[in-house]
């Protein structure tokens, strides 16, 4: 079956520091693959998405590429703020409509 | 305004009774989903409704039953609570047929069932 994995958290970083989330997935087919985050308190936003091999999403200073021979799609920032501090989901979706999400990882940056 | 709305926000209830949460969205979707979030933050689809027809139904317990009146509507009634669905509850819609598969998310409802 389709299956994302993301590193776990709580992943801990000062502010400008360099940011990679690691995600990988198990899927049948050619995934879209996507990266939502959830401040606190809030819903889901979506975050970056590429729907085909080699696609770069990128957002927000955010970017994931989208790495079929690793089946991949971490995501990385140049330099982190405060406000960045969220649980970061990967995310996958085939041919249904629904999505697979992984575990979520939590980012706290620090002042 | 806002494109997908849930409503009540948190919801404080005893076991065994029955309660509804509602789902409007306004961007002309025509699929709409909820989800289930635990404690731990893990998100699991629950149901998918497609121009109010049953898409997706996971393994779910029947007594959670989602209605679909009309394409921007989707609700999720909940009988007989048990402490176990204790969790933040989200709604989503996206537009299918497209590239485009971005799924929006309402904010979600917290139920406590105690």
């Known amino acids: 079956g389709n299956s994302v994995t993301q590193m776990e958290g709580p992943v801990t970083l000062s502010e400008e520091a360099f940011l990679t989330i690691n995600c990988t997935y198990t899927?049948?087919?050619?995934?879209?693959l996507f990266w939502y985050v959830q401040y606190p308190g809030e819903g889901l936003q979506l975050l970056l998405k590429?729907?085909?091999?080699?696609d770069k999403g990128s957002n927000k200073g955010f970017e994931a590429t989208y790495r079929k021979e690793t089946t991949s799609f971490h995501l990385e920032k140049g330099s982190v703020q405060v406000s960045d501090s969220a649980v970061y989901f990967c995310a996958l979706r085939t041919g249904f409509q629904k999505l697979v999400f992984g575990t979520g990882t939590r980012l706290l940056v620090s002042p | 305004d806002t494109a997908v709305s849930q409503t009540p926000k948190y919801l404080v209830t005893q076991m065994g009774n029955d309660k509804s949460i509602k789902c409007e969205q306004n961007l002309g979707h025509d699929t709409m989903y909820w989800y289930k979030q635990d404690s731990k933050k893990f998100l699991k689809i629950m149901f998918s409704y497609n121009n109010k027809e049953l898409i997706i139904n996971e393994t779910v317990p029947n007594r959670f039953s989602p209605k679909s009146p009309d394409k921007a509507h989707l609700n999720l009634h909940i009988n007989s609570l048990e402490l176990g669905d204790s969790a933040v509850y989200f709604c989503?819609?996206?537009?299918?047929?497209?590239?485009?598969?971005?799924?929006?998310f309402g904010p979600g409802t917290r139920l406590t069932v105690t």
């Open positions: 989503a819609s996206s537009q299918e047929g497209g590239s485009h598969y971005e799924q929006y």
């Open positions: 899927a049948t087919g050619y995934p879209s």
């Open positions: 590429a729907t085909k091999a080699d």
